[in-house]
């Protein structure tokens, strides 16, 4: 019998089939809406909570704070939970109804305010008071180090070292930061491919940061190329990906997918493998799929 803890990560891939372009490349989905918080954020959470406890950065009776757009909200609130921590999430009053209960069913406080910037600034000015302990995923290196841990890892043995690609959606950027690490360790030709929205174009999970909020962990040299996706690709994208390969997954998920299937239709062969970040029952109150 394992701990809640211990059923993070190894999530499954499946083949995409039916919407591939390209019949010399083959393309799998990582879903990681299988971890038990039901995102990819997960990994980073218990990451990010174990190491700082582990140091001694998060002391008895401390509270912790943290800005997020949701799904590593609502990973930190679930393993905060398990650690008997105080938690106040700070989240962009846009954000799906769904994500605010989840967090709250976790025993969380959940503070509401106008976009994720405005978010940022309210849990540091909280955490310079001394009382609240910020995870600061946009700068903290336990949120990549999480994915050279174990998603990469998992990558590379379930495609036995045959990847050639692998597409990341890019939100604090730890994801494709901490993939990138490890894959060019393993084999330098492999590439590293980031999508971010088209200009003027709102993604929930996905970001085109202004340069002063910019996620200090993000190393560009790093990522080989950048798509834009626009939101009619990201929406059309979660909701053929649901409807053709019965794979229920987010916007962000849609956009890594809309990326992949661009790529796929450009390359001779290969095996790209894209990051599907949660799971789509997040967005049921939005018009994702309405």
């Not at 990558?155 to 060019?184: L, P």
């Amino acid at each position: 019998m394992s701990a809640l803890i211990d059923l993070i990560g190894n999530t499954p891939m499946v083949e995409i089939k039916k919407l591939n372009p390209n019949p010399n490349v083959k393309i799998f989905a990582k879903l990681e809406g299988n971890n038990p918080g039901g995102s990819v954020k997960d990994r980073a959470a218990l990451n990010m909570i174990r190491s700082a406890m582990e140091r001694g950065d998060i002391r008895p009776g401390m509270k912790l704070i943290e800005a997020t757009s949701g799904n590593t909200g609502i990973a930190l609130a679930m393993i905060a939970c398990l650690f008997d921590l105080e938690m106040e999430l700070v989240m962009p009053s846009n954000s799906t109804r769904e994500r605010t209960l989840t967090m709250e069913a976790f025993g969380a406080k959940v503070t509401l305010l106008e976009g994720i910037e405005l978010c940022r600034d309210y849990a540091e000015e909280k955490a310079a008071t001394g009382e609240y302990y910020l995870m600061n995923q946009f700068a903290n290196p336990d949120n990549y180090l999480a994915h050279v841990k174990t998603t990469g890892p998992e990558i590379w043995r379930d495609t036995e070292g045959q990847i050639t690609h692998f597409v990341s959606s890019m939100g604090t950027t730890g994801t494709i930061m901490g993939c990138s690490r490890y894959f060019k360790e393993q084999n330098k030709d492999i590439q590293i491919v980031g999508c971010q929205p088209s200009e003027g174009a709102s993604i929930p999970g996905i970001r085109r940061w202004p340069e002063a909020y910019l996620p200090k962990i993000f190393e560009p040299e790093r990522v080989d190329r950048v798509m834009d996706i626009t939101e009619d690709e990201a929406i059309n994208a979660a909701r053929v990906l649901a409807k053709k390969e019965g794979v229920f997954a987010g916007m962000s998920s849609g956009g890594a997918l809309a990326a992949a299937l661009r790529l796929a239709a450009e390359l001779d062969k290969g095996v790209i493998v894209f990051i599907c970040c949660d799971r789509g029952d997040r967005y049921l109150s939005s018009n994702l799929f309405g």
